[in-house]
């Protein structure tokens, strides 16, 4: 017995030191990321506008935006890395002695009826291809509408669009904002960049100025700046078309199926002012600002088909929304804020 809990130990120390060295190395692009972005800054601020442009009014135009997008990229970046992602509550995790029932039912009706009698009080509307309700076996949970299990994370998560390595974080309900804003201030940052040393690195390509090895910091600047603008341009552009949509990237690619409808691409889709605001917040103030402000708890969302169809039996707007406050609860969203 000693001999095998010592072997035992072992094994667990190994995994521990593996387990601790894999986080480690998610952490490289975030620091590739943060040394381009120190390394940037040096090049424009010092090689740039203080050692490289002569007139006093355009050093500090320039260094005045430069630094307004700069702080943006930066607060959004971080928000993006360090938001902690959104886990399933407690209250949608199967009891053990169910999961038993479950794992060792006979049949998949019995199986889907055990689930569907624990998920009665829950309000879940995704559904599984055989009909059934979402149900993860690694974390023993109900999913949530629109819930995933991240294996990076190894946590199910609220409304997941993807897991990121640049940002070694799961893009999700809690951060999507500060995701869509740093893609955003990115792609901003790069054009501002680019745009406004493009006349000096014109310049010194020409050798018109000689500005030692500064030059060469200058001219990786602009090159650098422009490769990272047209890479961002696409991957930005395709965030702002599924916070439109009122989709996750997951979704673009598998439609969620839902109990009534069947799969449907368009499920959330709402319309593009309110699939806006569920992710910025009705706050127009604070729509660009890396703070936190979209609608929602992650555990429940507004359902376009549902709200269509108490529209079409009622044919009053403000009717309508008494009754989808009553009838469907689980849809209809509250202007709450995570803590």
């Given at each position: 017995?000693?001999?095998?809990?010592?072997?035992?130990?072992?094994?667990?120390?190994?995994?521990?030191?593996?387990?601790?060295?894999?986080?480690?190395?998610?952490?490289?692009?975030?620091?590739?990321?943060?040394?381009?972005?120190?390394?940037?800054?040096?090049?424009?601020?010092?090689?740039?506008?203080?050692?490289?442009?002569?007139?006093?009014?355009?050093?500090?135009?320039?260094?005045?935006?430069y630094?307004?997008?700069?702080?943006?990229?930066?607060?959004?970046?971080?928000?993006?890395?360090?938001?902690?992602?959104?886990?399933?509550?407690?209250?949608?995790?199967?009891?053990?002695?169910?999961?038993?029932?479950?794992?060792?039912?006979?049949?998949?009706?019995?199986?889907?009826?055990i689930?569907?009698?624990?998920?009665?009080?829950?309000?879940?509307?995704?559904?599984?291809?055989?009909g059934?309700?979402?149900?993860?076996?690694?974390?023993?949970?109900?999913?949530?509408?629109?819930?995933?299990?991240?294996?990076?994370?190894?946590a199910?998560?609220l409304?997941?669009?993807?897991?990121?390595p640049?940002?070694?974080?799961?893009?999700?309900?809690?951060?999507?904002?500060?995701?869509v804003?740093?893609?955003?201030?990115?792609?901003?940052?790069?054009?501002?960049?680019?745009?406004?040393?493009?006349e000096?690195?014109?310049?010194?390509?020409?050798?018109?100025?000689n500005?030692?090895?500064?030059?060469?910091?200058?001219?990786?600047?602009?090159?650098?700046?422009?490769?990272?603008?047209?890479?961002?341009?696409?991957?930005?552009?395709?965030?702002?078309?599924?916070?439109?949509?009122?989709?996750?990237?997951?979704e673009?690619?598998?439609?969620?199926?839902?109990?009534?409808?069947?799969?449907?691409?368009?499920?959330?889709?709402?319309g593009?002012?309110?699939?806006?605001?569920?992710?910025?917040?009705?706050?127009?103030?604070?729509?660009?600002?890396?703070?936190?402000?979209?609608?929602?708890d992650?555990?429940?969302?507004?359902?376009?088909h549902?709200?269509e169809?108490?529209?079409?039996?009622?044919?009053?707007?403000?009717?309508?929304?008494?009754?989808?406050?009553?009838?469907?609860?689980?849809?209809?969203?509250?202007?709450?804020?995570?803590?």
């Amino acid at each position: 017995m000693p001999v095998a809990m010592g072997n035992y130990d072992n094994d667990g120390k190994r995994s521990t030191a593996l387990g601790s060295c894999m986080s480690a190395l998610k952490w490289i692009p975030v620091i590739f990321i943060a040394a381009v972005i120190a390394w940037s800054y040096y090049a424009y601020v010092v090689q740039l506008c203080l050692l490289s442009i002569e007139n006093t009014f355009e050093q500090i135009v320039f260094l005045i935006f430069y630094h307004i997008i700069c702080v943006l990229f930066f607060w959004s970046y971080w928000n993006t890395i360090f938001t902690p992602v959104g886990t399933v509550p407690s209250n949608w995790r199967i009891p053990e002695t169910d999961i038993e029932h479950i794992f060792h039912a006979d049949t998949q009706d019995q199986q889907k009826r055990i689930l569907e009698n624990f998920a009665k009080t829950l309000p879940v509307t995704n559904r599984t291809l055989n009909g059934s309700v979402r149900f993860c076996e690694k974390c023993k949970i109900i999913k949530p509408d629109r819930a995933h299990h991240c294996s990076v994370c190894g946590a199910c998560v609220l409304k997941m669009d993807h897991h990121c390595p640049w940002v070694n974080n799961c893009v999700n309900f809690t951060n999507y904002k500060y995701f869509v804003l740093f893609l955003g201030y990115a792609l901003l940052y790069c054009l501002y960049v680019a745009l406004t040393s493009l006349e000096y690195f014109i310049r010194f390509w020409r050798g018109d100025l000689n500005g030692g090895m500064g030059r060469f910091h200058i001219l990786f600047l602009f090159f650098v700046s422009l490769m990272f603008a047209i890479s961002l341009v696409s991957l930005f552009g395709y965030h702002v078309y599924l916070t439109l949509m009122n989709r996750t990237t997951l979704e673009a690619f598998r439609a969620p199926i839902f109990r009534i409808g069947g799969p449907d691409k368009n499920g959330y889709n709402l319309g593009k002012y309110a699939n806006f605001q569920e992710v910025f917040g009705d706050n127009w103030k604070l729509w660009f600002l890396p703070v936190y402000t979209s609608m929602g708890d992650g555990i429940s969302y507004p359902i376009r088909h549902l709200e269509e169809d108490a529209e079409s039996l009622l044919g009053n707007s403000d009717t309508r929304i008494e009754m989808e406050e009553d009838v469907f609860p689980e849809t209809r969203f509250h202007s709450t804020y995570l803590p």
